[in-house]
Every structure is written in structure tokens, then in C-alpha cells.
């Protein structure tokens, strides 16, 4: 999988940092060209090691969505090349040719052939055709393959080539800006591509002082965008005041809100306009939710998407109706209009769940829409097969996918084989036997805890390696493997169910929320207008976005001091915020296993032998999780912090999943080096935080009424033991200066 970008501000600095442009403008044409130039490194390439006499390597990559390459474009190769061995070791000279060649292509297409000379880093400049730009895969991915031919190894035993190709090659790309064609059924494309090297960053922009309706149908978007791209894209929420000319210009923007509470909106050409600070469109109705997406007009290869109507309740319609990832559009694919949603009730969907699939089981590859697949050479040679999973289903009864394949017979079987992934994840393959049928079956079981909401991706690397590893015919078309369409994806599903019950520790998480899988049982609360709330209360949504199986998702989301009868008796709760700014804190201090006493940001465990009273200068996140006073059936999750860092330090070890796993209590203290866990209902842990706090930072308080004496070291032995380490210091020292004496008076005998 590809890396993640974690903080969509960084992104947009990165990306000027790996684009090297250079304008030209064609006299001819009056159209401007711009010259970007990415080494193979910033392509996610590290050097490519290639031995003969045959091997090969590709790198696949993708590049913004509104580039056209044009004519011009140029690999800019530095190659080592060397071999060990006779003929001529020791004759051979610097830019001596080897008689080696590199056999290069572009999105499949052969370029030309370069015989390769003998040194390091030899430069080499391959022009790329034309008429070989334009991607030819689906999803936007362009590729450079290379493949060596040594076949004089085989010629003159025992000799072997050697070539590396380095990373610090490079590819000239020069392109026009064209303008994006903009579909709402394409989303999240263009704003966010699979295999994407280049940074995408993305940003939803809030009212500065948002409603509740607002804050929801924000987190929902973010929800949405967890989902759609599975937690791949560079995402955050900021208010209006946030967006500075650089975040404008550089980043996707999502426009959350009404535009009565976004002035910057009657700025930007959508397709129902705004006027008066309202849409009059005659399609809409008053409570009608509106989507649209449109081109920047601060960059034309960015876009900007709305989630919009003239009232909150539209605003929300169209914030959940973007979690079904499934939109139908109006008049043109840029504008959708929401009527009404239908959240899923917070029940039981089924009963049966565990025994009637909602569909057949088996699919054919073929019926997934896939031809026979053949490759041919050695090496690894790569196949991919797409399937959807629809939100608000979920897999049962042990999936698995039934590889049917048939196999060149002039492959050397017990050193071929084949590697299955699904979305990343090795889950199975086999090393392929003499007496292979043909065809033959691989299976692969496919974990439910791989599985994914939408688009799911198996990959199946076959190794192929020839019984003569100097024949020709072998290593070209001779050797061969073909993926048939009869292949088998066993996929049982049902109608994802809600479930009941209490998460044990803060590392049970993201349930109990995920036990309905709308997550309609779940309330945020976060004080208003507080940004860095917002922020930490955006990643966690995207997150839960993510691992959302339901059809749709519908969280709430509640002001503190707005919390309504329902709401408590109804709802699990995630709060968000600092504690001084949550009056909703007071309400549950009884039930909490760490308090804050009023106007307070520091935490005191009352369990605990040991209690701290933490600076106001400190950062600090905290995680609490417990029962809900009102009702022990639901959950609170608290995510605070003593102020916005150390908010954004709690949630960041909530969702990392490295930290979480650590967290085996239902209270953390996150500081930037450690979380620090402990459970009040047993007393296992530790009632302390990070050992390196800077002097002032802390201070203990040993309360009076512990039952269970603590002790406690003296004023004088603390003092003994002061001066005994002094002591010690002293000594150490003396002994150093007898040593150097001595070593002197030994020189100057030495010279007389």
C-alpha cells in the first residue's frame, strides 16, 4: 500500500519540493507547456537491481488528473553497469560497451534498445513516442518497464552482467493543464487517484461559527471520503478564516455549509448559482440538499465540491447521501439534488443474518467482466481483478477465490510459483509441482478482516523462471502464463446487523460504535466553534468512514450543553474537546475514571495511589472510555486534551493503530513520546506520565485518604543519598587527575 500523507498543510510544500517546472510556450500553437521533472525516486522507486542474463523491472505511477503529456517527453536513465567473469575483465574500459542491451517500454508500448557501456551512472536519454502518452489503464496508471538482455552470458561461462538502474533517474514531462471533465459518479476522482504519488491534499472548510446541522454533515463528508478511498487520502477540516491564499490555491476544497454562512461561495462559477445567499434554482425545494463539484478558480487543476442547501436539514441531506457513495445526478453530472434520505433504523436488519445470503455466492471472473489474461517471459508477471463490496453488506461463511491457471511447460516448476494479495495483504499462492494439470486451481482464503466496503483489489504475482535460463525462446514467448476467465471469487454476503455490547478497554475501538454498522447510534460532542476540536473530530469520522460496513452513515452530532433526553438515553458518545470548554464533563465526572475539577484541564485519578497535577503548559491528550450513567447499555469515548496539540495528540493515538493496540485500560495519558495507560476498575497501571517532563511540568500529590499506605522516602535519606552520589563524583575525578599526572611525569622522563 501506498504510503499516507498525514498532514494535509506539509503536502502542499512537498509538492513544490518534487516539481521542477520550466514553462515553454508553443509559437505555433500559443499553448503553454510546462516541464515537470520526477525522479524515479519521487516516482516511490529506490535503485533497480536487474542480473543477467535476462531480469527486469517496472515502476507504475500516477500523475494529476489534468495533465496531457506532450511530445517531448524523456526518460533520463543512470545506469552502472558491470560483469564478472571472461571475456575481457580486464581489458574493458569506462563506456565500453558489454554486450548487454535494455530492452525499454512505455504504458506497454517498446521504445528502443540501449546498449548498455561499462561504468557507473552512464547516462542515457530515451525519447518516449507520442503516440504512446496517453495511459491505457482504468485507473490512470502510466508504467516503464525495462528488460535486460544478456544473453552473452550464456555464451561465456561463468560470466554475469550486472546493471543497476538508479533512482536518481529521472523522466521529463512536458504537459498542458487541460480542464478537468467533472462527473459526480466518478467520485472521489479527481480528488483522489489510486497509486498516486505526487501529494493530493484535501480540505473541508466550515462556517466559522457553524450550526450543529453544519458540523454534522462536515464530519460526514470526511466519514464519506474515509470510505471512498480507504483512509488514503490527505484530509482535514478547517473553518473559513483557516483558508489562506496558500491552502486555497494548492488543495481540493469541500465547501461544507449554507451559503449564507460562506460568502466565499458567490465567488466560485457552480453550476446552480447563488443568488441573494441562496440557491433559487426552480428544481429545488426549500429543505432540498445540494451536491456540486466544479473547477477551482484559484487553480484550474483543483476542484472544488459543495455540500450545500438553503437550510441545515439540506445540508445534511446532501452531507449523507455523499456516504452512500453512490449519487445520482440532475440536468448535468456536476450538480445532484437531495430530496429526502432514509437513515437505517438503529435495529436488527435480520434476524437470520447468519444463514440466507442476500445474493449468489459464486462469481466467474468472467462475470466481473474479465477476459482471459496471459503473460509471457520470466519474472514476475502481474494480474489484478476488481470486485465491489456494497455498503451495508458484509462477507460470511469463510470467502475464498479459486485461481484457475495454465502454465508454459518450459517453466522450471519447483522454482516457479504464485503469490496472491488481496488489497495489499498477502493471503495464500503455492509453488507450482512437475506433474501440474493443466489448467490448475489455486485457492486463497479471503479474511474478513481484509475485506473492505466498495472497492476491493486481488493481485496474483506469478514467478516465472525457465528450466534453461539461456534460451531465447524461454525467456520470451515460450514461457508463459494465462489467468482463465473460469477463475471462482467465493463471496457469500448479508445485510450488515447492529450488535449490542460495551467495549472492554480504549484498544477495543472503533467498537462499541461499529456495532451498528450506520453508526447511527453515535453522537459527537464538541463545544462550538472550536477549530481544533473540529480538526481531531474530522480525523476520527474519516476514520470510522472507513470501517463503515452500512448502506449509509448517519451519525449525530450535538453542541455541548445541547444534549437532549433522547440523545442520552439513545446514544453512544464520542466527546471531543478541551475540558474547560465540555460543561457536559460535569455531568458524567461520577461515572468518569479520570475527573477535571472546574476550570481545570488536568486529569486526577482518584483510584490511583499516586496523583499529578499537570501544568497548563503541558500537552497532554487523554482517552477515557466508560459506561454512560444515564444508561449502561452505551458508551462514551472521551478524546481531550489540555490544549489543541495535545487534543490532536489524543486523537492521533486513538486512531493509530500501533499506539491503540497499546491501550489495555479505559484511561490514557498521550504525551508525544508515550501513551500511559491505566484501568481504574482493577487499579492495573500506571498512575504517572512521561518520566522526561521538564522541571515544573508535574507535581505529585499523595492524597490522605489511600487506604493502602504508600511509601516514602525521607528528607534525609534522600540527602544521604544526594551526598553519597556526590561523593562519588569527587572521587571519580581525583582519580582522573592522578591518572594524567602520572602519565606526564612518565613522558618527561621518557625525553631526558
Not at 26 to 52: C, H, K, P, W
Not at 161 to 175: A, D, G
Not at 372 to 380: D, F, H, K, M, R
Not at 438 to 451: G, H, M, W, Y
Request: hydrophobic letters at 40%.
Amino acid at each position: 500500500m501506498k504510503k499516507k500523507i498525514n498532514l494535509a498543510f506539509l503536502s502542499v510544500l512537498i509538492l513544490f519540493s518534487w516539481l521542477c517546472p520550466g514553462t515553454i510556450v508553443n509559437a505555433a500553437s500559443n499553448i503553454q507547456v510546462t516541464e515537470s521533472i520526477l525522479t524515479f525516486s519521487q516516482l516511490g522507486r529506490r535503485d533497480m537491481i536487474m542480473r543477467g542474463p535476462f531480469d527486469s523491472a517496472s515502476i507504475d505511477f500516477s500523475l494529476p488528473a489534468d495533465w496531457e503529456l506532450q511530445d517531448g517527453t524523456e526518460l533520463q536513465l543512470l545506469i552502472s553497469a558491470s560483469f564478472t567473469g571472461e571475456p575481457g575483465t580486464k581489458s574493458i574500459q569506462v563506456n565500453d560497451y558489454i554486450g548487454a542491451e535494455l530492452d525499454i517500454y512505455f504504458n506497454g508500448a517498446y521504445q528502443q534498445s540501449i546498449p548498455l557501456k561499462y561504468g557507473e551512472n552512464i547516462a542515457y536519454q530515451v525519447p518516449i513516442s507520442a503516440k504512446d502518452l496517453v495511459s491505457r489503464s482504468n485507473d490512470g496508471l502510466y508504467s516503464i518497464y525495462f528488460e535486460l538482455n544478456a544473453s552473452i552470458d550464456c555464451d561465456f561461462s561463468p560470466r554475469s552482467t550486472t546493471i543497476v538502474i538508479s533512482s536518481s533517474s529521472s523522466i521529463s514531462l512536458p504537459y498542458i493543464q487541460g480542464l478537468l471533465n467533472l462527473d459526480l459518479r466518478r467520485l472521489p476522482w479527481p480528488i483522489y487517484q489510486p497509486g498516486k504519488q505526487l501529494p493530493n491534499s484535501t480540505l473541508v472548510v466550515l462556517p466559522n461559527s457553524p450550526s450543529p446541522d453544519e458540523m454534522q454533515a462536515a464530519l460526514l463528508t470526511m466519514a464519506a471520503f474515509g470510505r471512498m478511498t480507504n483512509s488514503e487520502l490527505s484530509m482535514s477540516v478547517i473553518s473559513l478564516s483557516g483558508l489562506n491564499n496558500t491552502f486555497r490555491d494548492q488543495a481540493h476544497l469541500i465547501f461544507v455549509g449554507k451559503p449564507s454562512d460562506i460568502s466565499l461561495l458567490s465567488e466560485i462559477e457552480l453550476p446552480l448559482a447563488i443568488q441573494g445567499a441562496r440557491y433559487s434554482s426552480p428544481e429545488m425545494q426549500e429543505d432540498d440538499g445540494l451536491i456540486q463539484i466544479t473547477n477551482s478558480k484559484w487553480n484550474k487543476s483543483k476542484t472544488i465540491l459543495v455540500i450545500s442547501g438553503n437550510t441545515d436539514a439540506g445540508v445534511v441531506k446532501a452531507a449523507q447521501a455523499l456516504t452512500t457513495s453512490n449519487i445520482l445526478t440532475s440536468n448535468t453530472n456536476r450538480y445532484s439534488i437531495i430530496s429526502k434520505v432514509n437513515p437505517n433504523p438503529s435495529v436488527d436488519i435480520r434476524s437470520d443474518v447468519t444463514e440466507n445470503p442476500i445474493a449468489d455466492s459464486d462469481y466467474l471472473f468472467s462475470s466481473l467482466g474479465y477476459l482471459p489474461q496471459s503473460s509471457s517471459g520470466a519474472g514476475i508477471h502481474n494480474f489484478i481483478y476488481e470486485f465491489n463490496i456494497p455498503p451495508g453488506q458484509t462477507s460470511i461463511d469463510k470467502p475464498y477465490v479459486d485461481i484457475l491457471f495454465s502454465i508454459s511447460k518450459l517453466a522450471d516448476m519447483t522454482r516457479s510459483g504464485m503469490t496472491i494479495s488481496l488489497n495489499g495483504n498477502r493471503i495464500g499462492g503455492a509453488k507450482f509441482s512437475t506433474d501440474e494439470p493443466d489448467p490448475s486451481t489455486v485457492r486463497a482464503n479471503l479474511p474478513s478482516s481484509f475485506l473492505r466496503t466498495g472497492r476491493n483489489i486481488i493481485s496474483i504475482d506469478v514467478a516465472l523462471v525457465p528450466l534453461n535460463i539461456c534460451s531465447s525462446i524461454s525467456f520470451n514467448d515460450g514461457l508463459w502464463v494465462t489467468i482463465h476467465p473460469e477463475s471462482i471469487l467465493h463471496l457469500p454476503l448479508i445485510l450488515a446487523s447492529v450488535t449490542t455490547g460495551n467495549a472492554v478497554d480504549i484498544k477495543s475501538y472503533p467498537y462499541p460504535f461499529l456495532n451498528d454498522p450506520t453508526l447511527t447510534s453515535t453522537t459527537f460532542i464538541l463545544p462550538p466553534s472550536d477549530p481544533s476540536a473540529g480538526f481531531a473530530a474530522g480525523k476520527i469520522a474519516y476514520d470510522l468512514g472507513s470501517r463503515s460496513t452500512g448502506s449509509i452513515i448517519s451519525f449525530e452530532v450535538d453542541f455541548d450543553k445541547n444534549l437532549s433526553v433522547e440523545t442520552k438515553n439513545t446514544q453512544n458518545l464520542i466527546i471531543i474537546g478541551i475540558p474547560n470548554t465540555l460543561e457536559t464533563l460535569n455531568e458524567l465526572q461520577d461515572s468518569m475514571p479520570a475527573y477535571f475539577e472546574p476550570n481545570s484541564n488536568s486529569a486526577i485519578l482518584e483510584s490511583q495511589q499516586v496523583i499529578y497535577r499537570i501544568s497548563p503548559n503541558k500537552s497532554l491528550g487523554y482517552l477515557e472510555l466508560f459506561s454512560l450513567p444515564w444508561d449502561s447499555q452505551y458508551t462514551a469515548l472521551q478524546v481531550l486534551g489540555t490544549n489543541p496539540e495535545g487534543l490532536i495528540l489524543a486523537g492521533d493515538a486513538l486512531i493509530q493503530e500501533s499506539i491503540r493496540n497499546t491501550l489495555r485500560g479505559n484511561f490514557a495519558i498521550v504525551d508525544v513520546k508515550q501513551a500511559l495507560v491505566v484501568d481504574t476498575r482493577t487499579g492495573v497501571g500506571l498512575g504517572r506520565v512521561a518520566s522526561d517532563n521538564a522541571p515544573g511540568d508535574v507535581q505529585q500529590i499523595i492524597p490522605e485518604d489511600l487506604q493502602t499506605p504508600t511509601p516514602v522516602i525521607s528528607n534525609t535519606s534522600a540527602g544521604i543519598r544526594n551526598l553519597s552520589l556526590v561523593s562519588l563524583i569527587i572521587v571519580v575525578v581525583l582519580m582522573l587527575l592522578v591518572i594524567l599526572i602520572a602519565v606526564r611525569q612518565s613522558t618527561k622522563k621518557t625525553e631526558n
